[in-house]
């Protein structure tokens, strides 16, 4: 080891991610990590929980603050690239399968085969490669590796095996580099080492030298908005001391668990894996005993159905409400289609329930149509059923009574549920009914079960009777005892809370009134004195079997219990599936990947509002509630309720309420003013050379202005700010929406600088092309080496732009003698342009200017409308092969387009393409179109005219019409002839008829000028 005091200090070096940070790679490597779904590493821990950021984006950031930026910034970005397991030796190890060493020969230019390899027997191998390996005398050679060939020098090699294909697809085809955390940077450290003048051969070792060398100590980064415990727990992977918190104790338990359970040591593992074991068997012969899973003829159930039944109004009948009367639909032959057929029954005005397995396509489809519907117009639910041919229809807010009450509030006749109910009472308005039981025993002959669908018998009925008799006997001591939850739903804020649906649509009132017997049952067993690890295991059961548990017949699998957090929401549904034991068991067995954490790091994991830290950290990293969709505040009471009273030790010192009114949440002035002492505070424990980074999914335009005033008020200033995509349509199931997440870099604001805004115009103007420059600067010399990738494309180059204005004006605290630190903290009068907007809107209309795309001279650009700049960007970007939609969203927002969906043909996320001047036909000529009256709308007129052959004279004629003044202005038919010029250049390859109907236009209106 070099000793520490020989290294040259850090403390007041810039960071890399000051200066760079590979977002496009990033990008992709995080859109990979996200769609692993279940296969990523923590998820194990909680599948429940919404918005994990993804941890290779973590390692950047916390390796991009503790690295330094040098003089070399070729050389910083390629070692940083080794150490995100980014470079291309790297995806040797990451390749599904690395090459042998025939199949290097046969395919690669080698002049000696004896400099990398040995073969057996000697002789024969010709001398170069490739080698015909067809030849018979080669058959029984064998070859290999010479054992002084180092790992480096063989995977520079086998990189050349490697397919020549862009950064996206290698990494679709390879895996996380977490994936194969032992060996994937075992080349990386010489140069690493060389270029940092370090001695470390892992990133502990790297972690704890970088640290000392800047901060003096091993480093401490700090999370006070920890959540699921992605960015803790990275930082920890890496070999940093951690502080992590939350105001909400199911995110302390989900960071402890990542800490704690993926982090822990091989000994704890293998304790807690025979601790599941214990307690499922002791589960399992609790349920045996009372024997309500068996059928007594070696079956055993795997889930029941259950679905609401209400007596309609206008017959009389008992109905049971099922939208679909679908039981199973699997794709694959060996299974058959399942479905419930009601049976009416006159006497007793009910319906009984048969199940018919094997059913005929038709008489499936026919099931799709249940006893409930929803209107097509107004969304509204009703009950549908057919007595002597004749429809009944009935509203299912009429069958709840819903009026409105005298606060103007809706109410409904529901009785509303007290805390010792678990099942609807005889008189209920909303009954609940079992109408299937799924079974299934080990198969005869072969492995695996065999399954039936079965309708519900007499014995079903006792067995469920059992279940409720045995919980009412023990419902109050075990309540009494935190088995099983008896804490309240809260009910606020209406109509956005989540509860309030739970209590209108069902009468529910506590949290345990969203499970069913059976599940409170086994739920309650599982959390009978079970340890800290185990809880894991019961949030998991929690999720996967409730009444808000779909029964899902989709996904072709034969119909299985879907988890109530598929959505970020609480809804009641009418049919649900409930698991039995024996489809509980994988969730209680949980099995997580181990990368064990050293004992040396500290950690600690607390559940404290953020602005009351009290720890000092080196670095920040956190991932704040802005204008979060989720609600966690709301949604996880629904686990708070069951872990509250007597938490394990590991849990104890945690508040276990979630503290509502706390929690940060929204965009409004309480937002800010709840960011402002966050960040304050995290200032404040951070040493004068410390580093925060903020992510946040980019979401609205007022973004900037508010991170703005965040920053400032907190005594933070910018240094640095990226975007990388981390989720794209399919990740989050809303449309073609891509998210990115904006990360800013900031640094404490040293001394009290004053300015002007006219000075500031310069000085922006000045960061702003320096920062545009040195990107571009980088991409060039970045090419060659990246298989000519940039390394920046233009969003990421106009991001920065943005950066870089907030850079120059956060370093500010007075401006126009104004105390920004005030300013920023004033409260803001709806609709109002506050001086800091002004501000940012100069600042990003300014880095704006500096994307010129290349065709259009820069004096003309600013003169065009913030449509036509939108267009003609997007289409040089287009011209060069980008497609994801996420452009077009960031360029509309920079160009100010109210709706560019407009000029768009193609919106999915990685097809997104502009409305060619043929697609356009005729529209968006009009007042309303933000195109109106345009050069740019005339001219592509003018484009789909000549490809429809129309007469030159008419196109022109047509033309002139189009454009206002084209007569008495000289500059519009120059900007003709521009524009013209532009869309032939760029169009030449994506649609060639359209370039050449460009060519002609612009031969039109210059000899038109001639004449
Ligand atoms: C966007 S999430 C963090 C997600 C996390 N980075 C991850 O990858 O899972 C924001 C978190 O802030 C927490 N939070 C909200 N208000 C808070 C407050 N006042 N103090 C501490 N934490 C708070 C929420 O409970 C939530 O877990």
């Not at 397991?85 to 230019?109: C, G, K, N, Y």
């Not at 899902?552 to 009418?574: H, P, R, W």
């Not at 970045?782 to 969003?795: C, I, M, P, Q, S």
Request: charged share 25%; aromatic share 8%.
């Amino acid at each position: 080891m070099i000793d520490s005091a020989k290294r040259f200090s850090l403390k007041d070096a810039p960071a890399l991610i000051e200066r760079l940070l590979p977002v496009q790679k990033l990008s992709a490597e995080s859109f990979k990590e996200q769609m692993a779904g279940s296969g990523k590493t923590l998820t194990a821990l909680g599948s429940y929980w919404k918005g994990r950021k993804p941890l290779i984006l973590n390692k950047a950031c916390i390796l991009g603050c503790l690295l330094p930026a040098t003089e070399n910034p070729k050389r910083d970005l390629e070692i940083f690239e080794k150490l995100l397991a980014m470079d291309d030796e790297s995806f040797v190890a990451r390749w599904p399968r690395r090459s042998r060493p025939r199949e290097i020969l046969a395919t690669l230019s080698i002049a000696r085969i004896g400099d990398y390899f040995v073969s057996d027997p000697p002789m024969l191998l010709p001398q170069s490669a490739p080698v015909d390996w067809s030849k018979p005398e080669l058959a029984d050679v064998k070859v290999h590796w010479r054992d002084d060939i180092s790992e480096l020098e063989r995977r520079q090699l086998e990189v050349q095996m490697l397919p020549k294909v862009p950064y996206r697809e290698r990494v679709d085809e390879a895996r996380r580099p977490e994936e194969v955390m032992d060996t994937v940077h075992v080349h990386i450290w010489e140069s690493v080492n060389a270029h940092l003048g370090i001695d470390a051969y892992s990133f502990p070792e790297l972690v704890e030298q970088l640290g000392i060398m800047r901060f003096g100590h091993r480093p401490r980064v700090g999370d006070t908005f920890c959540g699921s415990g992605q960015i803790p727990f990275e930082a920890a992977r890496l070999g940093c001391d951690v502080y992590a918190s939350d105001l909400n104790p199911v995110a302390c338990m989900l960071t402890w668990g990542s800490l704690h359970i993926v982090g822990g040591s091989e000994k704890s593992r293998v304790e807690l894996e025979g601790k599941q074991r214990q307690l499922i068997s002791r589960v399992q012969a609790e349920i045996d005993k009372l024997g309500v899973e068996t059928d007594g003829n070696g079956w055993r159930a795997k889930a029941f159905l259950y679905c609401v039944e209400v007596r309609c109004p206008q017959t009389g009948w008992k109905v049971p409400l099922l939208p679909s009367r679908i039981i199973s639909k699997p794709r694959t032959g060996q299974r058959i289609n399942v479905i419930a057929e009601l049976l009416p029954d006159v006497t007793t005005k009910a319906y009984a329930i048969a199940i018919r397995s094997g059913v005929t396509d038709e008489e499936l489809a026919a099931a799709e149509i249940g006893t409930v519907s929803r209107d097509s117009k107004f969304g509204e639910a009703f009950l549908i059923h057919r007595v002597n041919g004749v429809d009944h229809k009935t509203k299912i807010s009429t069958l709840r009574g819903d009026f409105i009450s005298p606060d103007g509030s809706i109410a409904n006749r529901l009785r509303i549920w007290e805390k010792s109910d678990f099942m609807p009472r005889a008189d209920d308005i909303l009954q609940e009914r079992l109408y299937c039981v799924q079974w299934a025993r080990p198969k005869k002959i072969g492995k695996g079960d065999e399954y039936e669908f079965r309708p519900v018998t007499a014995d079903d009925i006792l067995r469920e009777k059992l279940v409720q008799e045995y919980l009412a006997n023990n419902m109050a001591e075990w309540q009494s005892k935190g088995w099983i939850p008896d804490m309240r739903i809260e009910i606020g804020e209406a109509p956005r809370y989540q509860g309030l649906d739970l209590v209108r649509a069902r009468g529910w009132t506590h949290w345990h009134h969203l499970f069913n017997p059976r599940q409170l049952l086994v739920a309650a067993l599982v959390n009978q004195g079970s340890g800290a690890g185990l809880k894991y295991g019961l949030t998991g059961i929690l999720n996967w079997s409730s009444r808000l548990s779909i029964w899902g017949t989709q996904d072709g699998g034969g119909g299985s219990v879907k988890n109530t957090f598929m959505n970020q929401a609480l809804n009641t549904i009418y049919n649900y599936g409930c698991r039995g034991l024996e489809s509980c068991k994988g969730l209680l067995q949980f099995s997580a990947p181990l990368f064990p954490i050293s004992q040396a790091q500290s950690i600690s994991v607390v559940s404290t509002p953020c602005d009351q830290l009290a720890t000092e950290s080196d670095i920040y990293v956190s991932d704040p509630p802005y204008g979060d969709a989720v609600k966690y505040e709301e949604i996880l009471d629904f686990f708070v309720a069951w872990l509250r009273k007597n938490p394990p030790p590991e849990f104890a010192g945690w508040v276990w309420d979630s503290r509502r009114s706390l929690a940060i949440k929204g965009e409004d002035e309480d937002f800010r003013r709840g960011m402002v002492v966050a960040y304050k505070r995290m200032t404040e424990c951070m040493p004068d050379n410390g580093i925060q980074v903020i992510m946040f999914t980019h979401q609205s335009e007022s973004i900037w202005a508010d991170m703005a005033n965040i920053v400032w008020a907190s005594g933070l200033q910018v240094t640095a700010a990226w975007y990388v995509v981390t989720e794209t349509d399919s990740a989050l199931r809303e449309g073609s929406n891509v998210k990115g997440t904006v990360i800013l870099v900031l640094r404490k604001r040293s001394g009290r600088h004053k300015t002007t805004r006219d000075d500031l115009a310069w000085e922006i103007q000045e960061e702003v092309a320096k920062q545009i420059h040195d990107l571009t600067g980088l991409n060039q010399e970045a090419k060659g080496l990246y298989r000519d990738e940039n390394v920046f494309e233009d969003a990421d180059i106009q991001m920065a732009g943005y950066a870089a204005a907030l850079r120059v004006l956060t370093r500010y605290s007075i401006i126009d003698g104004r105390d920004m630190t005030v300013e920023a903290i004033r409260p803001r009068v709806k609709g109002e342009t506050t001086f800091v907007d002004g501000l940012i809107a100069f600042a990003v209309d300014t880095a704006n200017q500096c994307l010129v795309p290349q065709g259009i001279p820069e004096r003309h650009w600013k003169e065009y409308s913030g449509a036509e700049r939108f267009y003609l960007k997007l289409l040089d970007l287009e011209a060069k092969g980008f497609k994801t939609l996420d452009n077009y969203q960031n360029f509309a927002k920079a160009f100010k387009v109210r709706d560019f969906r407009a000029l768009m043909e193609s919106q999915k996320a990685n097809e997104a393409r502009l409305r060619s001047a043929r697609e356009f036909g005729k529209n968006e000529m009009g007042e309303g179109s933000e195109l109106h009256q345009s050069a740019l709308r005339a001219v592509l007129y003018a484009l789909m005219e000549l490809i429809g052959n129309v007469d030159g004279n008419d196109v022109m004629a047509h033309l002139i019409l189009n454009i206002p003044d084209y007569y008495a202005n000289q500059a519009q038919r120059e900007r003709v002839v521009e524009l013209a010029d532009y869309l032939a250049n760029k169009l030449e390859g994506l649609r060639p008829d359209e370039a050449s109907a460009a060519r002609v236009l612009r031969e039109l209106v210059k000899n038109r000028q001639l004449g």
